[in-house]
């Protein structure tokens, strides 16, 4: 079993659209939750972390379930500009040498 | 945010030669930087990480003698991938730890893309 899953998509939604992504991770003692975003052929980039009360920045919203051991993504009001790929990224250690374990990644088309 | 470079951006090379790959940290100081691959289509892969002036702990299955890694200072790391053969072929990408900040900020290189004919 992979560390982190993620359904690799894709989804195609329509400008607007609600959109939820979901990622299962399997050492129970993972202590910290990401979502990246990556466009073609760059690097991922922070889009938020994930806190145990789930947080919200703007259109984007993320939780965490530790019983269930997944954290989703949900993303409102659809923007051309989203199109890229999701990636969720757990980071397990208990010291700051702690290691990230990244999903395939989720992969979203936003079309007019 | 703090930045992170790698240089060369792209490289195209033939089988059998090895490549550099370098990472810095521009404006602060990484105690520990990570070395990532990712092939097409598929999630980043944590090859190694390294610790300035340490020895570099690989993940399992990458070989220590043929991706060699150096972190000589606190703003630099090098991969070096030794007799690289096409299906070395991927994009590479570093990643640089705040010493002086929180732990869980980790910054990403813009990745090198390495094609081997």
């Known amino acids: 079993r992979k560390e982190v899953e993620q359904d690799p998509g894709p989804f195609n939604v329509p400008e607007g659209a609600t959109v939820a992504f979901n990622c299962t991770y399997s050492n129970s003692a993972s202590q910290s939750f990401f979502w990246y975003r990556q466009d073609c052929r760059k690097e991922p980039k922070l889009l938020m972390s994930v806190y145990s009360s789930g947080n919200e920045d703007g259109r984007f919203t993320a939780q965490l379930n530790r019983a269930s051991q997944y954290i989703s993504l949900l993303i409102r009001d659809s923007k051309l500009s989203d199109s890229a790929t999701y990636l969720c990224a757990v980071r397990t250690g208990g010291t700051s040498y702690g290691k990230l374990t990244f999903g395939q990644g989720t992969i979203l088309t936003v079309h007019p | 945010g703090a930045v992170v470079s790698q240089h060369p951006s792209r490289v195209i090379c033939k089988s059998g030669t090895s490549v550099k790959i370098e990472c810095r940290s521009l404006?602060?100081?990484?105690?520990?930087m990570f070395w990532y691959r990712q092939f097409p289509k598929q999630s980043l892969m944590l090859m190694a990480t390294?610790?300035?002036?340490?020895?570099?702990?690989?993940e399992q299955g990458v070989e220590k003698d043929k991706f060699l890694i150096n972190h000589a200072s606190l703003t630099l790391s090098t991969l070096t991938v030794t007799s690289a053969h096409p299906e070395d072929s991927s994009f590479y990408i570093c990643?640089?730890?705040?010493?002086?900040?929180?732990?869980?900020?980790?910054?990403f290189g813009p990745g090198t893309r390495l094609t081997v004919l």
């Open positions: 990643s640089a730890r705040d010493g002086a900040g929180s732990y869980n900020e980790q910054f």
């Open positions: 404006d602060f100081q990484a105690t520990t």
């Open positions: 390294s610790n300035e002036g340490s020895k570099a702990t690989y």
